[in-house]
């Protein structure tokens, strides 16, 4: 009696038709990590832009609650800070000695001269905060000294009018004029748009740069 003809197709896949199927599931494992990393970098994007918006008010809310800009330095400090350009380059990094995260999410040493620097001791600025200093948002480390990182871990930078004038507010950022008193921006992914030294520059921003105007 003759054995029972089996279809090829039974016999299950080839070697090359295993290859190939591999060959897809890789490529669609590919593009889902290239849409997945889109989405997460949005999402950096999107928080980076909300912290540069609300630093930006709650340092105009500071100082038209205080009449002075949010910084530990003493007048001579102030008018020595002060470039030629008439404004003041600060970072939200934890060394950064104007204390502007301290004094704006009001956690200060308990001293005398530190009450003066909130005297309504007032949380201007709030955003998601880390244990880990160094990583992205709000580290509160003790002493009193927070810093702010962005996203993609580098502070944020932060260009002040010296001299405000509401009637046509304006500080100038590398080669931009932005028309307020106030202005932040984070350096992005690339971390472009800073010097070395992490201060304010006069470089050309790059397409990556998030900014809060």
């Not at 996203?151 to 931009?176: C, F, K």
């Amino acid at each position: 009696m003759k054995a029972p003809f089996l279809n090829r197709k039974s016999k299950g896949f080839t070697l090359i038709e295993l290859l190939v199927v591999i060959a897809i599931i890789l490529t669609l494992a590919g593009i889902s990590m290239i849409v997945v990393n889109g989405v997460m970098e949005k999402s950096r994007v999107t928080t980076a832009r909300s912290d540069c918006n609300g630093l930006q008010t709650a340092i105009e809310n500071y100082m038209m609650d205080n009449g002075r800009p949010p910084v530990a330095w003493t007048g001579r400090e102030m008018s020595r800070k002060a470039r030629k350009d008439g404004q003041y380059y600060l970072t939200t990094a934890l060394d950064d000695d104007s204390r502007i995260m301290s004094i704006l999410t009001n956690h200060m040493d308990r001293g005398d001269e530190d009450r003066k620097l909130n005297p309504k001791k007032t949380a201007y600025f709030n955003t998601t905060t880390t244990d880990v200093e160094g990583a992205p948002g709000l580290f509160f480390e003790s002493r009193g000294r927070v810093s702010l990182i962005d996203p993609w871990e580098s502070p944020y930078h932060i260009v002040l009018n010296a001299n405000p004038d509401d009637r046509s507010p304006r500080v100038q950022v590398g080669s931009r004029m932005v028309t307020k008193n106030v202005a932040v921006y984070s350096v992005g992914k690339d971390k472009q748009g800073s010097t070395e030294d992490g201060h304010i520059n006069n470089q050309e921003f790059t397409d990556d740069n998030v900014t809060s105007w």
